[in-house]
């Protein structure tokens, strides 16, 4: 068990200094391997190779439709059409709703996060001048919309991880659909009350919107947002691909063609380079798969051949004080801020726990939907990927706005595990 947590800090640090992830896995797996006294060469060239082998089987095709979509709805303006519309709606006086609810509308649907910050962020700058908000709040805004309630609470979401579970668990999309529905609701009304009330603060102190020349920059493009579609026709492939996974029960990748054949339909007079959209979706896809599959597949097994790793399970399984959905919580929380990776602590977590628990009687249904709002908990710390992309993009430092990314992306969804794992164990009592 000590060589399960030296490996998993290495993780942590080599992450968080920045060095490639796919170096970051096979030093993590080599180390973990040599510590728990596995062979390290047979470790690394077949156990790490074929879990990362198979989560690329498994998950290769989810990964580039996804990102597929999301550079359609991008290059055809329907992401930024309901972005603006959304962002809009509310007004200046909630314009930080307006931003968190678009946010939430388009990962809901299937866009992938970081299309989804690059759409959105030139639209809620401009709402931020106009509401007069200081630029601090605006990585946590999106944030709040993005990595919380949309992505893994609410159920029916083609998400990764809300997908994920669907491989272990035999589930569907839809799992536990109560349990999903009051958590998101309960994480999205913490969301929005605590960026009101952060709001008002920012205004009561004075802070104000201030503009530089990169700031300049992302209005001019805001501006020049005119000629969009209609969001209400630009929100019909997010339907149709809800309806094909969660109605019609077709598989996720089905479902995502279905939205990017819808949208290049209504949209084919703005879809330009096509050939550009594959290379771009081929590439991003390859790389993102690739750096989650050296984690959660190659890592992963590693840890799971391990002696440590089975009695911590044996262990945590056998503790009568501690209800087994919390059990599967924590330890996914904890795996995905370890790995920096809400699929990431997901994948590893049911790889190797689901089997156990639903053979003590545990409904699949609960623990999908516990899975799921577990992942997005330890997974924001700072040296998630995502986040710090988001701040990069932003343009804001750690220090001036992780504080407004911390609470809605960990707080909040920790609690929404915590109220997840709490109506499970009434509504999904052990058979």
Request: hydrophobic letters at 55%; a neutral charge; aromatic letters at 10%.
């Amino acid at each position: 068990m000590l060589a399960i947590l030296v490996s998993l800090a290495l993780l942590i640090v080599l992450t968080f200094r920045k060095i490639n992830i796919v170096v970051v896995g096979i030093a993590a797996a080599a180390v973990m391997a040599l510590l728990s006294g596995q062979p390290v060469v047979t470790a690394v060239t077949d156990t790490y190779m074929t879990g990362a082998a198979q989560f690329v089987r498994d998950n290769f095709l989810l990964f580039f439709f996804s990102v597929l979509f999301g550079k359609v709805m991008e290059e055809t303006g329907a992401a930024a059409s309901i972005a603006k519309f959304l962002a809009e709606l509310l007004g200046e006086k909630f314009a930080i709703l307006g931003v968190i609810f678009s946010g939430a509308v388009l990962v809901y649907g299937g866009v992938t996060t970081l299309v989804v910050v690059f759409s959105l962020y030139p639209i809620a700058l401009s709402l931020f001048k106009k509401a007069n908000l200081p630029r601090y709040l605006l990585p946590g805004a999106i944030a709040g919309g993005c990595f919380t309630f949309a992505c893994a609470n609410f159920p029916g979401t083609p998400n990764l991880v809300n997908v994920i579970p669907t491989t272990y668990l035999g589930t569907n999309t839809m799992a536990a659909p109560l349990v999903g529905v009051i958590t998101g609701i309960a994480v999205m009304l913490m969301v929005c009350v605590y960026f009101l009330w952060e709001a008002s603060r920012a205004r009561a102190r004075g802070d104000c919107f201030v503009e530089d020349e990169a700031t300049t920059q992302s209005l001019v493009k805001a501006a020049s947002m005119v000629r969009l579609p209609s969001p209400i026709i630009a929100i019909l492939p997010i339907v149709l691909i809800l309806i094909l996974l969660n109605v019609f029960k077709q598989h996720v990748v089905v479902a995502m063609l279905g939205g990017i054949l819808l949208c290049v339909v209504l949209f084919f007079r703005n879809v330009h380079g096509v050939l550009d959209m594959f290379s771009y979706s081929a590439e991003n896809s390859a790389i993102a798969i690739i750096n989650t599959a050296v984690v959660v597949g190659g890592f992963g097994a590693v840890v799971q051949a391990s002696q440590g790793f089975q009695k911590l399970l044996d262990f945590a399984t056998s503790l009568e004080n501690i209800p087994p959905r919390l059990a599967v919580g924590l330890m996914t929380t904890i795996l995905a801020g370890a790995c920096g990776s809400g699929s990431g602590g997901l994948g590893i977590a049911l790889s190797a726990m689901a089997d156990k628990y639903i053979s003590l009687g545990l409904a699949p249904e609960i623990l999908h939907r516990v899975g799921s709002a577990a992942s997005v908990g330890l997974d924001s710390l700072p040296h998630n990927g995502a986040g710090i992309t988001l701040l990069t993009i932003c343009g804001q430092s750690h220090k001036e706005s992780y504080k407004y990314i911390f609470f809605p992306t960990v707080v909040f969804t920790l609690a929404g595990m915590f109220l997840s794992i709490a109506l499970g164990t009434v509504l999904y009592p052990i058979s």
